[in-house]
């Protein structure tokens, strides 16, 4: 078997939303992984973080005034010092998840890694209370098979978080039968590592690591080689001169900045207020969903179809002070779009290349490859359609950059010894 030589294993996260309940035990008197008892989490996670940092901050004041450096080692065993003693102060974080617990901790030593590593330049922990952190998380490691899917009373599905009980999901039928697999303590394809709960705009997920055997498909029928330019008028267009258009995210986005202002005119706190929040995270939650069910859809037809994709790796930050360009490409995040096509590309075994940013993609005939400095620089972006003056092609100014960046990335590919197929 070819495709065995090939095989690798790959570890992946899958975000899967859930649906926890107000209640801490179903009808059926099993015990459910309920808002109150993430929310405790959550929080338990914040609260010893914050109790470990104030612990050391106060330790280092100490030693700087009497004279001594300044630097604390912190690792595990002075962490786990802290938090045995936390313990005993506050019997209320036996509740929490053993590896919640430790995650915490894990956090903050990686935190104080990351300072004391002069390469990496990065601030002293801050405590989370006082910084406005909008990631609100805790992990649980999965032992013994206590992170799985798993059927209720009733024989439907559920994930089963640890010792919180279970709690209901949705999510595709592909992710499910890797779940199905992971849980499985005969089935050693699929392991689950451990399990991420999050909240994003009043939704939960649970981010699942797993890791799992990938084998390369076959290949079937003829692919294409495409190369890829990332527009602002269209999100893409291919050098075969499909074009993929840009989403209509008109009604989301004007929802979500007519709630913004209310929450703005609002008390904070107020039965307004948090109506207006509400409906703000309802419909941030269906433009990232619309958002990321179309990219991934695009993607996944642009894969199957491919040997080969060449894509330049455009400078969207300094678009984005573009004031022509910048309110489409926010809304659009063509940087998103691109990393999906990466990760998709080395999941399914197609050759992905990157064209340097500095490539004059637009500006070069594809036919007899002379530059055309004429149609250079932002303010010539209205131009769409030219042509070359040497060899007299008329171009589509996409399609054109699309071809230029295919030919650029052949030239670029990895493997040297690959044969090039000439384009028509
Ligand atoms: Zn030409």
Not at 140 to 145: D, E, R, T
Not at 402 to 421: Q, S, T, W
Request: one cysteine or more.
């Amino acid at each position: 078997m070819d495709g065995f030589e090939n095989m690798e294993v790959v570890n992946k996260n899958i975000e899967i939303r859930i649906y926890p309940t107000k209640m801490d035990k179903n009808d059926n008197g099993e015990k459910t992984a309920s808002i109150n008892k993430i929310e405790s989490n959550i929080g338990i996670y914040r609260f010893i973080y914050d109790e470990e940092l104030e612990f050391i901050n106060n330790f280092r004041r100490l030693l700087i005034q009497h004279g001594y450096d300044d630097k604390v080692k912190v690792n595990d065993s002075s962490c786990s010092v802290i938090l045995k003693m936390l313990r005993q102060q506050y019997p209320f974080l036996k509740k929490a998840e053993s590896s919640s617990r430790q995650q915490a901790q894990r956090d903050l030593i990686n935190a104080f890694n990351r300072f004391y590593n002069h390469d990496l330049k990065s601030n002293y922990p801050v405590l989370k209370t006082r910084k406005k952190v909008k990631k609100f998380t805790f992990r649980i490691m999965n032992n013994n098979n206590n992170v799985r899917i798993t059927k209720d009373k009733k024989r439907y599905y559920k994930i089963k978080l640890a010792k919180l009980g279970i709690v209901k999901f949705k999510t595709s039928k592909k992710y499910k039968e890797l779940l199905i697999q992971g849980s499985d303590p005969n089935d050693s394809s699929v392991i689950i590592k451990h399990v991420t709960v999050k909240r994003v705009n009043d939704a939960y997920y649970a981010v699942f690591n797993i890791e799992y055997i990938h084998i390369p498909e076959t290949i079937t029928g003829p692919l294409m080689q495409v190369g890829i330019d990332i527009g602002c008028s269209k999100l893409a267009v291919i050098s075969n001169g499909e074009e993929i258009p840009n989403l209509d995210l008109n009604e989301e986005t004007e929802n979500i900045i007519r709630y913004q202002k209310d929450m703005d005119r609002r008390k904070p706190g107020s039965i307004r207020y948090e109506e207006s929040r509400r409906l703000y995270n309802k419909w941030m939650r269906k433009l990232i969903n619309k958002r990321e069910d179309y990219y991934n859809k695009n993607v996944a037809y642009i894969v199957k179809n491919s040997s080969f994709v060449a894509v330049q790796n455009e400078n969207v930050i300094s678009w984005k002070h573009n004031k022509c360009l910048s309110h489409g490409i926010q809304l659009n995040a063509p940087r998103s779009f691109l990393d999906k096509l990466e990760r998709k590309c080395e999941d399914k075994d197609v050759e992905f290349v990157k064209v340097p940013r500095n490539f004059p993609s637009t500006q070069i005939c594809s036919n007899c490859k002379k530059r055309n400095k004429k149609i250079s620089g932002l303010g010539n972006i209205k131009i769409r359609d030219w042509d070359c003056p040497h060899c007299h092609a008329h171009h589509n100014r996409d399609v054109n950059a699309a071809k230029n960046i295919l030919d650029k990335g052949l030239e670029n590919r990895r493997d040297d010894g690959a044969v090039k197929i000439p384009q028509n």
